[in-house]
């Protein structure tokens, strides 16, 4: 559900024992990185940002006494999260049922911004099998979504299982861990000169081919290794993997162009909520599977690429029969024990 800036919103838990949750990725206009909600009703706990106008100009915009207005906007005494007898949980609901009104404003009615839910899990999954189901909103499916150029998508990872491997194109992910626990890998190029524990290996495999070097037999025109690297052009790229556990309640950011998988615990499934920001014109790549890009190669391409046969490549990027979803590392050692 998308709302607006500047709406008021009133939510209700209908449930009789179970707790009502709702993630929210919030995007501040009017001071960006900061978000603050504002109450036009106050009361110990919160302030009516009505409380800073003067007596003059309340009695005149609400055409009565101070003391009257005092006696509705600041009676509020729970806070903003109050409780209500089930007759009027039951009112609440009706009245919604009843359909909104709009964006407000002058009772407008514009359908351009009327506020109502889309449901994730009530279509078809974009992507299922015995591993997983992956649910999603694109802009294409929801106008709110495209003119904030954003996507919703929901991950039901089985557990044991993992979600395969692969990167958003132009879209950053933020993940929000709704149920479950597992763990996350991530490949990450900014970090990579100042990882210490990449800098060591290099230093450890760089003494051993000085070391190599040293003990062989000189021969004319031999060049020492590091030489030959400084001769041979660019230095490759390296990555610093970002490894951690996750459970219910964490947040995950995966920049776009960010290679990462996801790993269900052994216990329970784990669940994923993602928002897709910048999502207009990002595409989804797979790095293993039966759709992963690397299978979508030229059989010249795979050879050039990898100095191996072709067929030598296809039997080991094609050796995965699932796509997105997939086994995970411990059903994979136990299956194939």
Known sequence: MVIPAGAIVYSANTHDSDWFRVV?????????????????????????????FSDDVLQAAFNTRREEWEQVFERQRKGEITTASEEQIRELSRSCSRGGRGRGGGGSG??????????????????????GRLFEITGD???????????????????????????????????????????????????????RSQ??????EHGRRREEWSTEKEEEGHEEPEQKEKQGGQKSRSYKQVRSRIREGSVIVIPAGHPTAIVAGEDENLEVLCFGVHAGFDEKV?????????????ELAKALAFGAAAKEVDRVVGA?????????????AVSSA
């Open 110 to 131: 514009s359908s351009e911004w009327e506020i109502k839910p889309s449901s994730l899990t009530g279509k078809r999954p974009r992507h299922s099998n015995k591993h």
């Open 199 to 204: 800098r060591r290996e290099r230093e450890r």
């Open 286 to 298: 797979f790095l293993a599977g039966r759709n992963s890009a690397l299978r979508q190669m030229d």
């Open 320 to 332: 995965q029969p699932e796509a997105v979803f997939l086994r995970g590392p411990q059903r994979r």
């Open 24 to 52: 929210m990725l919030l995007s501040p206009v009017s001071t960006p990185g900061r978000f603050e909600e504002f109450f036009p009703v106050g009361g110990e706990r919160q302030e009516s940002f009505f409380s800073v």
């Open 141 to 195: 499916e929801c106008p709110h979504l495209r003119m904030l150029d954003m996507e919703v998508g929901l991950a039901n990872i089985t557990s044991g299982c993992m979600m395969a491997p692969s990167y958003s194109t132009h879209a950053t992910k933020i993940a929000v861990v709704v149920q479950g626990s597992g763990y996350f890998e991530m490949a990450c190029p900014h970090l990579s000169s100042s990882g």
